[in-house]
């Protein structure tokens, strides 16, 4: 679904990412792992069309994506969920979620995602300011999902949440791959990465070290980061 070959990226004259060759498969879960700096947001930046300064290829459901800006690449089913959440301040949570066009078929109607999320239906025309860090980032997933994405981006999901909130979010990312869809996501923390994902990618300094199975991951975690 989405194929990454020799990827490098730059800002200005420092070098972010070094050949970064990585795959996707539809209905797969995968994580990025890497301390600081390693380059995981320049990659789902750069996967999105955010970060322009790159060379190699970014191939996505057999289109090359080099040519395409940002907004067709969201229009193509790639579903960014940054790290500040994307929430707008001055709508209500119902009007943040209903804020990005329907791009395809979705497997979640308003309906579903508010029957999976029923904090967001109960806090529907509160202000987004008004949630907490754990309920904006479930309406920023719940956007993109509702907006039609078949692979989510997701730049570390449960940073600063409680373990409630969390293994919610552990949820709905299985819930998410039992509908059929893709999942790319940063997240630093090792444990909560084995219990969701399928396959792991480790960058250092820009660039792929590790490519494991989640057994192997699972074997390996202490010694990773
Ligand atoms: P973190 O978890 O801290 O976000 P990361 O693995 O996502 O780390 P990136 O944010 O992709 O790493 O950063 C990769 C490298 O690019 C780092 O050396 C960083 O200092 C550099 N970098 C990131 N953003 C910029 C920028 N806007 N201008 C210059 N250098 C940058």
């Known amino acids: 679904m989405l194929e990454i070959r020799g990827l490098?990226?730059?800002?200005?004259?420092?070098?972010?990412?070094?050949?970064?060759?990585?795959?996707?498969?539809?209905?797969e879960v995968v994580t990025l792992v890497g301390r600081n700096g390693a380059g995981k947001t320049t990659l789902?930046?750069?996967?999105?069309?955010?970060?322009?300064?790159?060379?190699?290829?970014?191939?996505?459901?057999?289109?090359?994506?080099?040519?395409v800006p940002a907004h067709r690449r969201a229009r193509m089913g790639l579903g960014w969920v940054q790290d500040d959440r994307?929430?707008?301040?001055?709508?209500?949570?119902?009007?943040?979620?209903l804020l990005p066009p329907v791009v395809s078929d979705s497997a979640w109607?308003?309906?579903?995602?508010?029957?999976?999320?029923?904090?967001?239906?109960?806090?529907?025309?509160?202000?987004?300011?008004?949630?907490?860090g754990g309920e904006q980032q479930m309406l920023a997933i719940a956007r993109v999902l509702r907006s039609g994405a078949r692979m989510l981006l997701l730049d570390e999901p449960t940073e600063g949440l409680a373990p409630v909130i969390v293994s919610r979010i552990r949820d709905i990312i299985h819930e998410?791959?039992?509908?059929?869809?893709?999942?790319?996501?940063?997240?630093?923390?090792?444990k909560f990465?084995?219990?969701?994902?399928?396959?792991?990618?480790?960058?250092?300094?820009?660039?792929v070290v590790e490519s494991l199975d989640n057994a192997d991951f699972q074997a390996?975690?202490?010694?990773?980061l």
């Open 193 to 207: 990465a084995a219990t969701v994902a399928d396959r792991h990618y480790l960058l250092a300094q820009g660039a």
């Open 109 to 132: 109607s308003t309906e579903k995602v508010y029957d999976a999320f029923p904090v967001l239906a109960d806090r529907r025309r509160a202000p987004g300011t008004t949630l907490s």
């Open 8 to 27: 490098d990226a730059w800002y200005g004259e420092a070098q972010a990412l070094r050949g970064v060759d990585l795959e996707v498969h539809a209905g």
């Open 86 to 97: 994307g929430i707008y301040a001055s709508l209500t949570v119902e009007e943040n979620l």
């Open 176 to 190: 998410v791959r039992s509908t059929g869809g893709t999942v790319l996501l940063i997240e630093q923390n090792v």
């Open 44 to 67: 789902l930046r750069s996967v999105m069309g955010l970060h322009r300064q790159v060379s190699g290829s970014i191939v996505f459901d057999g289109t090359d994506l080099a040519k």
């Open 220 to 224: 390996r975690q202490g010694e990773l």
